[in-house]
């Protein structure tokens, strides 16, 4: 899965992640909506401009922005950020006729939000430290993640609780970076065996807080997908599900680490996270 992440790599693309986020805040004070809303530079054009050149199918959600607004606060993310630039401007963005769900500030599709999802799973209450920030998930019951610490020592690159290991696996990649990657790779070959044959005749419809689940399990050794059954779950379900049991499986095992570090420089910030 990781082939598609090197290729952008292979291509020159170097995008490196710049957030406020509540942790960085050692006094655990939250920063005020006026602070985190940047007029002067904000990272929706940049974000933008991808979306508009993208390969594959990418649909933004419409955004409220009182909500948005609000989501922006509780997740302590600034909109010169590539991360608070989605909140701030989106209800959440579609690939691939909804196969992978990047949250936003939520909407009728989508009606889930950066804050209100990670609350209750990766923190207790806005302004906590946190070990990883949920930020997308896909119609397989996979989950991507900016690591904070909690998954490896690569901070603030994307992670993947992959639905057929129930582990998280290391992106080598940015939240900007990751952006890029659902815009323009060849997702058939990031979700080799995790798509059955007729998959595009069931997606386009899909509840945003629905996803599938399989009989044999996906993470059961010679599972076929194609010969699985599989029935529509809830995401908060199948979340709280896949943790216990990747706890359970994986408990000799630890996480893989990606200990690549990355230089950024004050040129890079801008499109990081």
Known sequence: MKSAFKTLFFLGLTLFSSEIFAQDNKDNKLISLEALINKTDPAWPLVKKWIDSAKNKVEV??????????VLYNAQMTTYATLGSVIYNTGGIMV??????????GSERLSRNVAEWNKGKTIKEYGDNIPYLLIADDAVGGFFAINYGGLGKDIKNVYYLEPNSLTWQPLGAGYG???VFCFDSDLSKFYKGLRWSSWNQFIAN????????FRPYLWEEGTDIDKCTRKLV?????YRFNIMKSKELNADK????????????????????
């Open 254 to 273: 630890g996480i893989k680490k990606d200990d690549t570090q990355k230089k950024e420089t004050k040129e890079d910030t801008k499109n990081e996270q």
């Open 177 to 179: 970076e990751f952006l």
């Open 234 to 238: 809830g995401i908060e379900e199948m």
């Open 206 to 213: 899909l509840d945003g807080t629905k996803t599938y689940s």
């Open 61 to 70: 959600l419409p955004v409220d922005s009182a909500k948005a607004k609000e």
């Open 96 to 105: 691939d006729n909804g196969w992978i769900r990047i949250l936003g500030s």
